[in-house]
């Protein structure tokens, strides 16, 4: 069993930036490739990006391109998701969860899943 915890969420001003680190507990955890979603209020659930095991590939969300940052830590067991400019529609309760490939993420959304967190919330206010 994956557990994955998210942390870095806060409140940020417009046009600010925050790291979100996604820690896994399992060994071997390196095997899993990991996507990023977000939720927000009155809104469905959606992909933001995907990282492969190896962190040779990566996608994003048209909305996120050129801001969000996927990368990954192995020795560590943590993805980070280094979010810059962000804008009051990146408000959103922020998960990350396991696969066992970006193409599982990419072709099957959250119902490719396989281990999620709990999320951490990500609110873009002045």
């Known amino acids: 069993q994956l557990q994955l915890v998210e942390t870095g969420g806060g409140l940020v001003q417009p046009g600010g930036s925050l790291r979100l680190s996604c820690a896994s507990s399992?060994?071997?955890?390196?095997?899993?490739?990991i996507g990023w979603f977000r939720q927000a209020p009155g809104k469905e659930r959606e992909g933001v990006s995907c990282?492969?095991?190896?962190?040779?590939?990566?996608n994003y969300a048209e909305s996120v391109k050129g801001r969000f940052t996927i990368s990954r830590d192995n020795a560590k067991n943590t993805v980070y998701l280094q979010m810059n400019s962000l804008k009051p529609e990146d408000t959103a309760v922020y998960y990350c969860?396991?696969?066992?490939?970006?193409?599982?993420?990419?072709?099957?959304?959250?119902?490719?899943?396989?281990?999620w967190g709990k999320g951490t919330l990500v609110t873009v206010s002045s």
């Open positions: 990282i492969s095991s190896s962190g040779g590939i990566t």
């Open positions: 399992a060994i071997a955890s390196d095997y899993y490739a």
């Open positions: 969860a396991a696969t066992g490939s970006c193409w599982r993420y990419s072709d099957r959304g959250e119902d490719g899943m396989d281990y």
